[in-house]
T-cell receptor, first 112, second 109 residues
Framework: NAGVTQTPKFRVLKTGQSMTLLCAQD?????MYWYRQDPGMGLRLIHY???????AKGEVPDGYNVSRLKKQNFLLGLESAAPSQTSVYFC???????????FGPGTRLTVL | EDQVTQSPEALRLQEGESSSLNCSYT??????LFWYRQDPGKGPEFLFT???AGEEKEKERLKATLTKKESFLHITAPKPEDSATYLC??????????FGKGTKLTVNP
């Protein structure tokens, strides 16, 4: 099993460009999450999904959109990137809130 | 609002010098407390889940304990390979985990 995979691993964008980060999991988990991690701020939840076709806002959702068209995939979109979105993005999945989350390896995004 | 505070922010130990990391939490109805390890440039790796006060779990040199207000991660005779950032998170009444900012542990040989 690959677990949770993220694509791409690194990306550099210019301000105003758009991009999509892809997360895939092969554990048949219902719940999926997108976090960002910044120095001194810890992990902050951007959006999450409790099942195929569902999405919900987390702690820092502004500037991001998500879609969960298939159970195994969770996409994070940036429509117009800003330097404040420079961060490391982690995807995670779990059976539910009360079981451990499995994390992907992360995507390092720089917005110039 | 659920909150998690980890202390210290950073901890330096000599190899073999045992110590503990603290995770204090406030949550409306604890459904689970999680410990993760994160190595530089990698995603967090799950270590333990604790569900009720008094519960303890062990894995190699690590032992996690839980009270009604805090959790401790005890590290016995640490080795340099235990160097990492350790994250604590709680699950309460919402569908989301709340993470602390982590403790960066450095174990010198």
């Amino acid at each position: 099993n690959a677990g949770v995979t993220q694509t791409p691993k690194f990306r550099v964008l210019k301000t105003g460009q758009s991009m999509t980060l892809l997360c895939a999991q092969d554990m048949n988990h219902e719940y999926m999450y997108w976090y960002r991690q910044d120095p001194g701020m810890g992990l902050r939840l951007i959006h999450y999904s409790v099942g195929e076709g569902t999405t919900a806002k987390g702690e820092v959702p502004d500037g991001y959109n998500v879609s969960r068209l298939k159970k195994q995939n969770f996409l994070l979109g940036l429509e117009s990137a800003a330097p404040s979105q420079t961060s490391v993005y982690f995807c995670a999945s779990s059976w539910d809130t009360y079981n451990e989350q499995f994390f992907g390896p992360g995507t390092r995004l720089t917005v110039l | 609002e659920d909150q998690v505070t980890q202390s210290p922010e950073a901890l330096r130990l000599q190899e073999g010098e045992s110590s503990s990391l603290n995770c204090s939490y406030t949550v409306s109805g604890l459904r689970g407390l999680f410990w993760y390890r994160q190595d530089p440039g990698k995603g967090p790796e799950f270590l333990f889940t604790l569900y009720s006060a008094g519960e303890e779990k062990e894995k190699e040199r690590l032992k996690a304990t839980l009270t009604k207000k805090e959790s401790f991660l005890h590290i016995t005779a640490p080795k340099p390979e235990d160097s990492a950032t350790y994250l604590c998170a709680v699950a309460g009444g919402s569908e989301k985990l709340v993470f602390g900012k982590g403790t960066k542990l450095t174990v010198n040989p």
